[in-house]
């Protein structure tokens, strides 16, 4: 069974910056893509960041400049950089691994975010 565990959050103030970690049990080259989301208390899920297999990386345009994606292939992790962080990036954050050959989707159990002073 494919897992994928998320490192990395916790309680930060604004304008500080975090780094998210996701470790996958399989080659992450099995992904067609993998990413983050997050969901806040109340709202639904959504995209904050996704690297395809080809390294074409997509972001939400309230995170652009701020976050960065990227992977270490020989660690089957993906990492989320977060930077100049504000109160509104507070969420759960999930990582999430696409397998197109499968059709299917995995999640991590999340990681709590907080930006607050």
């Known amino acids: 069974q494919v897992q994928l565990v998320e490192s990395g959050g916790g309680l930060v103030q604004p304008g500080g910056s975090l780094r998210l970690s996701c470790a996958a049990s399989k080659s992450i080259f099995s992904f067609y893509t993998m990413g983050w989301y997050r969901q806040a208390s109340g709202k639904q899920r959504e995209l904050v960041a996704r690297i395809f297999s080809t390294g074409t990386t997509n972001y939400a345009v309230s995170v652009k400049g701020r976050f960065t994606i990227s992977r270490d292939n020989t660690m089957n992790t993906v990492y989320l950089q977060m930077n100049s962080l504000k109160p509104e990036d507070t969420a759960v954050y999930y990582c999430?691994?696409?397998?197109?050959?499968?059709?299917?989707?995995?999640w991590g159990q999340g990681t709590q975010v907080t930006v607050s002073s």
């Open positions: 999430n691994g696409y397998d197109l050959g499968k059709h299917r989707d995995y």
